[in-house]
């Protein structure tokens, strides 16, 4: 079974960074399209960076895109998201994801929480302003 594990999380002040880490574990990491997701109190998760099974093809939500990276690292069977200029609205509960069907899919990327079929328990990251 797989299981995912975040960390990183933290209280930060705007303008500052954190880097998340997901620690992939059960299955063989090297297959999984790995995802990444937030969701603030009162709000429905959103998708904020994703990146296949092959580190071929990476894609951001609008809001972070050129704030946050997202990386991976199948020796280590670890994904990474790192998140620069951090704003108070980027407060959230922080999730990692994996997608199984990650590398029948190819370089497609989905960006919806039903098509990732496992998720780690989440890391708060806290921005104050």
């Known amino acids: 079974q797989v299981q995912l594990v975040e960390s990183g999380g933290g209280l930060v002040q705007a303008g500052g960074s954190l880097r998340l880490s997901c620690a992939f574990s059960?299955?063989?990491?090297?297959?999984?399209?790995m995802g990444w997701f937030r969701q603030a109190p009162g709000k429905e998760r959103e998708f904020v960076a994703a990146v296949t099974w092959n580190g071929a093809n990476i894609i951001y939500a609008d809001s972070v895109r050129g704030r946050f990276t997202i990386s991976r690292d199948n020796a280590e069977m670890t994904s990474y998201l790192q998140l620069n200029s951090l704003k108070p609205e980027d407060t959230a509960v922080y999730y990692c994801?994996?997608?199984?069907?990650?590398?029948?899919?190819?370089?497609?990327?989905?960006?919806?929480?039903?098509?990732?079929?496992?998720w780690g328990q989440g890391t708060q990251v806290t921005v104050s302003s």
């Open positions: 994801a994996a997608d199984s069907h990650g590398k029948v899919r190819g370089t497609t990327i989905m960006v919806v929480p039903p098509e990732y079929d496992y």
């Open positions: 059960g299955r063989t990491f090297s297959r999984y399209t």
